[in-house]
Every structure is written in structure tokens, then in C-alpha cells.
């Protein structure tokens, strides 16, 4: 089968979030599979062509943005797994220091030229490539005028007349919403401004466009395409409702062979379920690197996170403070919200010894912190999937969650009793609090024959691709005898 994915972010070109690490993984696991599998993605400045080999396409192409014709190149190169990742090049758009926003955190005020261009661009791109997709699998709102375009302009192209399209929502309170004017500068028939197909309360929303009109929509875990049709579907829940058996709700994997304490070089110690020595010298490097006391007793947190309200930083640095007195270190590495970082950096100035907090993100850095703490702290207010817990566990790290989305279904309870689960669950929607499930987990740490057990269970537990790849291969195989079927009725 011929897949295109299409995305705004890949691991390891261009990455923000969570995205990049699906965008960058999910295609090997696919190839595995036999598919033939082509990635495309903006040409973003900070994208090193000489590091990454980028080749020059012979031709220049044109796509209609507004009144103006933007020209680009495409770009190519092709990773180690063999995945060729083709890059929309062009300057206008694409050149900048930031990838959605300014050294300010304001969002770009073009992000609609900018990403209806690369709507058009893709579609454009592929045709001179001559590759045609089976499926083109399109990612956040970014990419969610591709479905529309495939459904309304397109929609007599022969070029495309096998092509089926599924949208992933990896997180729902990013939707791109413009104003009705939209219409026109994407090339768009008010014909088709309509509430069926592009029309979202007098404006344009991308990410409706997309649910409303991809051949399949999916999210990352099963209970965020649960939560997001009934309660937190940030006005999407009628949309969403109105083909709710056709969402599916696929829960994302990690990369084994890449978070794996065993053969990390980035740490400072080896370590696995059968000798967890190193996990103590991983602990040891990393509060030496924090400025704080060495001491195997100290119960020592990390989180490594986007800096968000989403991500519940507020109950962390409440957190913070509420904790200083007990024996409990904190290490926190993220980039974002200024006010969020302000927040950290006056926690940790007040409590040197307790709090550190790092700024520039650093993947070196972020091994370290999945490698040499005890727990690691998610307390978020909502959470698509989630990898961090994920690659936590994956180190022996405990996640302390929220119970929703994606970490409902990758975190159960330790119960001490019974030695079953992975990690600590609160509930904020039913007033459960943060700071007294850590001091639970507390109790648990310094009984250390629990505590060991717990972190087996947490190396033992298994998130890999290689499940979640075969729901995505279903979705496919659906879309293509949908399509096989809705051909033999039109030429019937």
C-alpha cells in the first residue's frame, strides 16, 4: 500500500511536541509491514540541510495562496530506515526562527497563509513526484485542508481517484480557526461553504474541515476519542458525533530500541529489570548535574514537558512549595509559556537545593532525567495520549498522573497489596489532590521491597508500536475497500 503521512512536525527534522515522535516513528513500523511509506513536511529554517544530506528536486512549482502565486522547491532525503521525507521549501513562509510562533510565544498572524499553502503544496508536490497515495494519512490541523480539498476541488481529478485521506487528532485544542474569508484565499466555492463541508459558525475552522470531511478520523488513545466526543471535544463534539463509530481511537507507542535504559549511551549507567544497579549511578550523575545533595534515600522527581497549562504546571510549582520540607528533589526540563517559566525559575531560585529547572531543551539532557529520577510528574489538566509515562516506565521512572486521556490507559494504580500496576493516579474533576497522592507514593518509595516491585512492573510494561501499528494497517485496509467499493458504484 502507498502511504503519504503529512505533518507539521517529524522526529528528528522538526519537533514541538508529541507529533513529531508519532510522525517520526509510525512509518518504520509501517515499512515493516511491506507498505511503501513517503513523509512530507515544511522546510523549516532550523531543518540543517547539510546534516541531514537534503537534496534539490529538479523543478520549481507554484501553488495559488490569495492573490499571490507562491513558488517553492521540494527537497528530499532518505533516513536510515529507508522512509524518503520530501520538504516544501519556501522562504516566505518557512524561513523564520520559530515553527508556529516568534521568539515572543505569539502565534505567526500568516499561520493560515502559511499552512493553506502547504495544503496546496503537498497536493502539487506528490503529483510531480507521480507517487499516488493510497492513503494520505494527514496530522493535526496543519494538514486539514487536504480532506477538503481532495472532497471538493480535487474531487474529479483522476489523479487522486484511489486516494483516500485519514486525519489524526493528536490534540484538539488546536484547530486553526479563521474567518469566513478563508474561503477565498485557499481557493475554495462558497458553493462548499456549508456546515457539511467547510463551514464551522461563519468562519473556517481547519481541524472541523477535517474531521467532517477526511475518509477517517482517529485520535491517540482510546479514552481522549471517548472524552472529546462527549465532554472535551473543545466544540468539535457535534462534528465528531455525526460519524461517531467512524473515530477511531488508536493509543501511540514508543520506539524500544530508542528508550532503552540498556543500551542508552546518553546515561550515565546501563541498567535493566534483571540488575537495576545502574539506575542508582543514573540517579547519583543526574543530582550532581542538578547542584543537589547526592543521597540514594532523597526521593527525586523529574518532568520533561512542553511549559503549558495544559500539562498542569500550576499544581507543580504549588506542588513545589507544598513539598519543601520533606526529602524530595525536582528537576524539571521544558520550553514554552513565559509565565510558566518565570513561575519555575522563582521556585527554584527560593529552593536551590530542591528545585532545578532547565530552559533549552536537550535531549541528552532528557535521557538523564527519564534515567535518574524515582517518579516523574504529569499532572495534566487533559492529555491526548501522552508519551512521557511511556518512556518513563520504560526506564523504571513511576509516572504520578491525572486520570485522563491517554494516561487512563497506560497508568493503573500500585496497589500495595496485591502488587499490581504501574504507577499513581489522582483525579483533579473529582478533587483529588496532587500533593497527596506524591506523599502516598512517598510511603511507598521508602518501603523498598514495594518500590521494587513497582519499578518491575513499570519495566515490564509494554507500549510498543508494534500493537498500535496493526490498528493503523486496519484503518488503511478499511479506507481502501471503502474506496474500492464506492468505485465500482460510481462506474456501475
Do not use: W
Given at each position: 500500500m502507498n502511504i503519504l503521512m503529512v505533518a507539521s512536525e517529524c522526529f528528528p527534522f522538526v519537533k514541538v511536541g508529541g507529533l513529531a515522535d508519532v510522525v517520526g516513528t509510525l512509518p518504520k513500523y509501517l515499512k515493516k509491514l511491506g507498505h511503501n511509506i513517503k513523509i512530507i513536511l515544511p522546510k523549516y529554517r532550523h531543518i540543517d540541510g547539510k546534516k541531514y544530506n537534503l537534496q534539490t528536486l529538479p523543478f520549481r512549482l507554484n501553488v495559488q495562496v490569495g492573490k499571490s502565486a507562491e513558488s517553492f522547491r521540494v527537497k528530499y532525503c532518505t533516513t536510515e530506515d529507508r522512509i524518503e521525507v520530501y520538504f516544501i521549501e519556501n522562504m516566505h513562509f518557512f524561513n523564520r526562527d520559530g515553527i508556529y510562533s516568534s521568539s515572543t510565544g505569539l502565534d505567526y498572524v500568516d499561520n493560515k497563509e502559511r499552512y493553506i499553502f502547504f495544503c496546496r503544496a503537498v497536493l502539487e508536490s506528490i503529483k510531480a513526484l507521480m507517487f499516488r497515495p493510497d492513503v494520505i494519512h494527514c496530522h493535526d490541523w496543519q494538514t486539514g485542508l487536504i480532506p477538503a480539498y481532495l472532497k471538493t476541488n480535487l474531487k474529479n481529478d483522476g489523479f487522486f481517484w484511489n486516494t483516500s485521506c485519514a486525519f489524526t487528532i493528536h490534540n484538539i485544542a488546536y484547530q486553526g480557526q479563521f474567518s469566513a474569508e478563508t474561503v477565498v484565499e485557499a481557493g475554495f466555492s462558497w458553493s462548499d461553504f456549508t456546515p457539511e463541508k467547510l463551514e464551522y459558525y461563519n468562519n473556517?475552522?481547519?481541524?472541523?474541515?477535517?474531521?467532517?470531511?477526511a475518509d477517517a478520523v482517529s485520535t491517540v488513545s482510546p479514552t481522549y476519542a471517548k472524552e472529546i466526543k462527549e465532554f472535551n471535544g473543545r466544540g468539535m463534539e457535534v462534528v465528531l458525533n455525526s460519524r461517531y463509530d467512524e473515530v477511531y481511537g488508536i493509543l501511540n507507542g514508543i520506539d524500544y530500541s530508542y528508550w532503552d535504559p540498556f543500551t542508552d549511551k546518553t546515561i550515565a549507567a546501563n541498567y535493566d529489570k534483571n540488575n537495576l544497579n545502574g539506575k542508582k549511578l543514573c540517579k547519583r550523575d543526574l543530582q550532581k548535574l542538578c547542584g543537589f545533595k547526592v543521597n540514594d534515600s532523597t526521593y527525586m522527581f523529574g518532568c520533561v514537558s512542553r511549559l503549558d497549562n495544559q500539562k498542569g504546571f500550576d499544581i507543580i510549582v504549588d506542588a513545589l512549595y507544598s513539598l519543601k520540607n520533606y526529602d524530595m528533589q525536582?528537576?524539571?526540563?521544558?520550553?514554552?509559556?513565559?509565565?510558566?517559566?518565570?513561575?519555575?525559575?522563582?521556585?527554584?531560585?527560593?529552593?536551590?537545593?530542591?528545585?532545578?529547572?532547565?530552559?533549552?531543551?536537550?535531549?541528552?539532557?532528557?535521557?538523564?532525567?527519564?534515567?535518574?529520577?524515582?517518579?516523574?510528574?504529569?499532572?495534566?489538566?487533559?492529555?491526548?495520549?501522552?508519551?512521557?509515562?511511556?518512556?518513563?516506565l520504560a526506564y523504571g521512572t513511576i509516572p504520578i498522573v491525572n486520570r485522563t486521556g491517554g494516561l487512563s490507559d497506560t497508568i493503573v494504580y500500585y496497589n500495595h497489596f496485591t502488587k499490581e500496576g504501574n504507577g499513581f493516579v489522582f483525579n483533579i474533576t473529582y478533587g483529588e489532590n496532587f500533593v497527596q497522592t506524591v506523599l502516598k507514593s512517598q510511603k511507598i518509595f521508602n518501603d523498598k521491597q514495594n518500590w521494587h516491585t513497582l519499578m518491575l512492573n513499570a519495566l515490564n510494561s509494554n507500549f510498543s508500536w508494534d500493537r498500535s501499528v496493526l490498528k493503523y494497517e486496519k484503518m488503511y485496509n478499511d479506507l481502501t475497500i471503502n474506496k474500492l467499493k464506492e468505485t465500482i458504484f460510481v462506474r456501475s
Open positions: 473556517i475552522n481547519f481541524m472541523k474541515c477535517a474531521i467532517a470531511m525536582f528537576v524539571i526540563l521544558g520550553s514554552g509559556d513565559d509565565t510558566i517559566k518565570n513561575r519555575l525559575k522563582e521556585a527554584a531560585l527560593s529552593m536551590p537545593k530542591k528545585v532545578a529547572v532547565f530552559f533549552d531543551y536537550n535531549e541528552k539532557l532528557a535521557h538523564k532525567i527519564y534515567a535518574g529520577c524515582d517518579s516523574y510528574m504529569m499532572p495534566s489538566k487533559f492529555e491526548p495520549c501522552g508519551l512521557s509515562q511511556m518512556i518513563a
